[in-house]
Nanobody, 115 residues
Framework: QVQLVQSGGGLVQPGGSLRLSCTAS????????MEWYRQAPGKEREWLAI???????NYLESVKGRFTISRDNAKNMVYLEMNSLRPEDTAVYYC?????????WGQGTQVTVSS
């Protein structure tokens, strides 16, 4: 019954910015970490960013300094702010939450970087 719902994808020009968001459709219990992944056509899904319950973060090297992950526990939301976007950032982006009994994935949202 519980699903992660994503929003914020779309088409953007190189150098532009987008903000992705992700929230749960129902009660999911205590969430330890929230993560973002992406998958480009013909490629494997790759990990992008993580944020812990204590707000510690880590990033894939290629997006460090350009992408920022954040979470709002009161609103039960996680965000990915993407700046200085490049064509190679084009992919389907997924959120992932780690719960007490299972991992939860969003449905994915397309981000296309093209002029």
């Amino acid at each position: 019954q519980v699903q992660l719902v994503q929003s914020g994808g779309g088409l953007v020009q190189p150098g532009g910015s987008l903000r992705l968001s992700c929230t749960a459709s129902g009660s999911i219990g205590s969430i330890t970490v929230m993560e973002w992944y992406r998958q480009a056509p013909g490629k494997e899904r790759e990990w992008l960013a993580i944020i812990t319950s204590k707000m510690n973060t880590n990033y894939l090297e290629s997006v460090k300094g350009r992408f920022t992950i954040s979470r709002d526990n009161a609103k039960n939301m996680v965000y990915l702010e993407m700046n200085s976007l490049r064509p190679e950032d084009t992919a389907v982006y997924y959120c992932r939450w780690q719960g007490p009994n299972a991992d939860y994935w969003g449905q994915g949202t397309q981000v296309t970087v093209s002029s």
